[in-house]
C-alpha cells in the first residue's frame, strides 16, 4: 500500500507562483510514472503534468511552458512549480503514482489550487 501526500496549495494572485508536492511512503515503492492531475468544478479530472522515472516528461497544452514537474526518485516525490498562475488553473490538484507493474495506482487526497485577485 502507497500513501500519496500533498502539500503546497493555497491561495494566489493571476501571474503568482506556487510549488506543490507530493511525497509517496509505504512498502514496496517501485514507482514507474507520477503526475499531477486536476479537477474544477463542474468539470472532470485532466492530466496536467506526467514524469517517468527516468524523468521522461509531458504537459497538457494549457499549462507548457508555465508550469515544471520534477521528481526525486531516492525520496519518492514530485513537485509541480507553477508560474504565470492563471484564474482558470484554479482546482483541486491531485498527486498519482503508477508502480512499475503499470498497473496499480494511487491517488492523493488533493490540494486547492485558487487563482484570484
Known amino acids: 500500500q502507497v500513501q500519496l501526500v500533498e502539500s503546497g496549495g493555497g491561495l494566489v494572485q493571476p501571474g503568482g507562483s506556487l510549488r506543490l508536492s507530493c511525497a509517496a511512503s509505504g512498502s514496496n515503492l517501485s514507482i514507474h510514472t507520477m503526475a499531477w492531475y486536476r479537477q474544477a468544478p463542474g468539470k472532470q479530472r485532466e492530466l496536467v503534468a506526467v514524469i517517468t522515472r527516468r524523468a521522461g516528461t509531458n504537459y497538457a497544452e494549457s499549462v507548457k511552458g508555465r508550469f515544471t514537474i520534477s521528481r526525486d526518485n531516492a525520496k519518492n516525490t514530485v513537485d509541480l512549480q507553477m508560474n504565470s498562475l492563471k484564474p482558470e488553473d484554479t482546482a483541486v490538484y491531485y498527486c498519482?503514482?503508477?508502480?512499475?507493474?503499470?498497473?496499480?495506482?494511487?491517488w492523493g487526497q488533493g490540494t486547492q489550487v485558487t487563482v484570484s485577485s
Open positions: 498519482k503514482a503508477v508502480m512499475s507493474d503499470y498497473r496499480t495506482a494511487y
